[in-house]
């Protein structure tokens, strides 16, 4: 097979060609390293790992070879640089974990690599996973695939921002660069550059996969999940990455479906909740639209759209800037230029702290570093935190008297398209609004689901979001492959690995 | 609520982040930008909610008290920047 058919195939197709000897591991691997170089220019690898992948691929080949193949055997995979791996640079994108190299393989992707995976590289993403725009990497902001078709009306062709914080790892996905990749999503940092490039995201239920090995961000908030081409490649990838693990004291100890299994295409009879809090002031009129046109496509496939009131929707989003800087501030507190990362040295033990945390955390870490100092310091503890620990219980309300009605919850992803890089960066505020559909889901740990569905008048991708009960990831899976098929997403970004040659 | 110059180099103290003089007003703006922002959560009627710590629910599980790791000081000291005998190494906290 050409290089470029290689790429454009699917986790499933690549899985199956390869047990049916049509190509080899090395072949894939091969074409994957090749891509990863030859999309260099959207910095969204920080760290490849060419040899490695062919280490692996060689190793998944000897499998293959003796008919005793795993489920994910030669799978070229991007991992999200908040993934500790061992013996490979991990940077999170912060300055302040200069040099780090884990000792330890985190949970996941040890997992991953067990099913037979092959490493193609560490992907940049947002400082800490901060941020929805992959700008606040240390190591610079990633491009977006993408590029707008028309030239918008002020004739602005800058390139596009691939969300964030998961932005290397969906601009990889996107661009052909990985078949497959890990993200993590802490108030929708996998669905918004699921959506922003045209790919599926899954955040799973919080405890489905172990945090184990993950840089903390905000620890209640972080959810390890699958970042892919398809819905079934999301169902493969979460069944491996998915299971118990006693070293994450809130993992669950539930056992892992044949997630694979729940895409029977068949949703007769669901209802599903479209809630009317989140059509908000402003949301582009295509946005609307795709909305309106998923609750059809369901209807059609013999689903029954409800529509619902989630009243606190609204609330989520402040909630979340007080519980996820509060969360990071404490997390962040070992970073202290001691035991690992960048150190300063100062004139003493405070002057070397002080200087070494002002030198490795950029400007949002350290914005949201000092405004969970302030919502948990003295006097403004029950004003601030609690408070919003309260208004999390009724998010968490709003879902479970919701799920008593629908079966799921049909929402669009984000309140518009990518954006262009260094748009929204004046206002902090106006960048975290890009999270407020997808923050709920995060603040009561439900599984949600970002799938590509249209483009905008730009002719960028847009994303549809489904949101489920917690542990049933099954019916949101589910549903989100028959939207994937009614809505038959073909496109391709302009800029991607093998264009060329197809 | 308002955040001064004051209070910014008091929270900046407290997580250990130095600012130069010149930084204190502009963050002071941004961060009550943000607090302004956020407490529109005072139009929500929480007496009586439970605050919520995590989405897990319950207790966390408990394990017997057994060492579960151990013997890799090699690999604990790998990564930091300064170290000398098998330790850590920092300024000089005790004059």
């Known amino acids: 097979m050409s290089e470029g058919s290689l790429l454009r195939l699917t986790l499933a197709d690549a899985r199956d060609g390869l047990l049916r000897k049509s190509f080899s591991a090395r072949e894939l691997a091969l074409a994957y390293n090749e891509a990863v170089a030859e999309t260099k220019p959207l910095n969204a690898y920080i760290t490849p790992t060419p040899e490695r992948a062919l280490e692996m691929a060689a190793a998944a080949d000897e499998r293959l070879a003796r008919g005793e193949a795993l489920p994910l055997d030669g799978i070229p995979i991007a991992v999200k640089d908040l993934y500790c791996t061992k013996g490979v640079l991990t940077t999170a994108a912060s300055h302040i974990l200069n040099g780090f190299c884990p000792s330890y393989e985190s949970t996941v992707t040890s997992r991953l690599w067990q099913a037979g995976a092959v490493m193609l590289g560490k992907t940049n993403l947002d400082e800490f996973a901060m941020g929805s725009s992959n700008t606040t990497s240390y190591y610079g902001p990633v491009e977006n695939p993408w590029g707008r078709q028309i030239e918008s009306q002020s004739g602005d062709n800058r390139p596009l921002v691939p969300g964030g914080s998961s932005g290397g790892s969906a601009a990889a996905v996107a661009a052909h660069a990985a078949l497959t990749a890990t993200g993590t999503d802490t108030g929708g940092s996998i669905r918004q550059p699921a959506s922003f490039c045209g790919i599926v995201g899954l955040k799973p239920t919080y405890g489905r996969c172990s945090r184990w090995g993950v840089v903390a961000y905000a620890s209640s908030l972080d959810h390890p999940g699958p970042m892919t081409r398809t819905v079934r490649d999301a169902a493969i990838m979460l069944r491996a990455m998915a299971g118990h693990d006693p070293r994450d004291s809130t993992s669950a100890p539930v056992s892992v479906p044949d997630f694979e299994a729940a895409l029977t295409g068949n949703i007769r009879g669901l209802r599903v909740g479209i809630p009317r809090e989140y059509r908000v002031d402003g949301m582009p009129q295509d946005i609307e639209a795709l909305w309106q046109q998923g609750a059809e496509w369901l209807r059609a496939a013999g689903a029954e759209p409800v529509e619902i009131n989630l009243p606190m929707t609204k609330y989520a989003l402040p909630a979340y800037y007080i519980i996820a800087p509060a969360e990071a501030s404490s997390n962040l507190a070992r970073y202290d230029g001691v035991r690992f990362g960048l150190r300063i040295e100062g004139s003493g033990f405070e002057d070397m702290y002080e200087l070494t945390r ?10 949201r570093v000092l405004i969970g100092t302030y919502v948990l310091s003295a006097g403004y503890y029950d004003a601030y935190y609690l408070k919003a620990q309260r208004v999390r219980t009724l998010v968490m309300r709003d879902f479970a008297s919701t799920f008593e009605k629908v079966d799921c919850i049909l929402a669009p992803t984000a309140p518009s398209a990518a954006f262009a890089i260094g748009e929204n960066t004046e206002d902090p505020v106006a ?19 970002s799938v590509p569905t249209g483009l905008s008048a730009d002719g960028l991708p847009l994303g549809l979001q489904i949101m489920g009960r917690a542990f049933d990831e099954e019916t949101v899976l589910s549903v989100a492959g028959v939207l994937e098929e009614a809505a038959q997403f073909r496109y391709l970004p302009s800029f991607r690995a093998g264009a060329l040659h197809d | 609520m308002a955040l001064d110059r004051a209070v910014v180099a008091h929270i900046a103290a407290l997580a250990r982040i130095r600012l130069a003089e010149s930084e204190l007003e502009p963050l002071a703006e941004e961060l009550s930008q943000i607090l302004t922002w956020i407490e529109q959560l005072n139009e929500v009627e929480t007496s009586g909610v439970p605050p919520m710590t995590n989405a897990v629910g319950g207790a966390l599980p408990m394990r017997e008290d057994n060492v579960t790791d151990g013997g890799c000081r090699e690999e604990i000291l790998g990564n930091a920047p300064r170290t000398a005998s098998g330790f850590f190494v920092v300024p000089k906290v005790i004059e």
């Open chain 1, 431 to 449: 960048m975290y609004l890009n999270d407020v559909f997808t923050v709920p889901a995060n603040l009561a740990g439900i599984p949600a689901i």
């Open chain 1, 358 to 367: 002002a030198a490795g955390f950029g400007a949002e870490v350290r914005r």
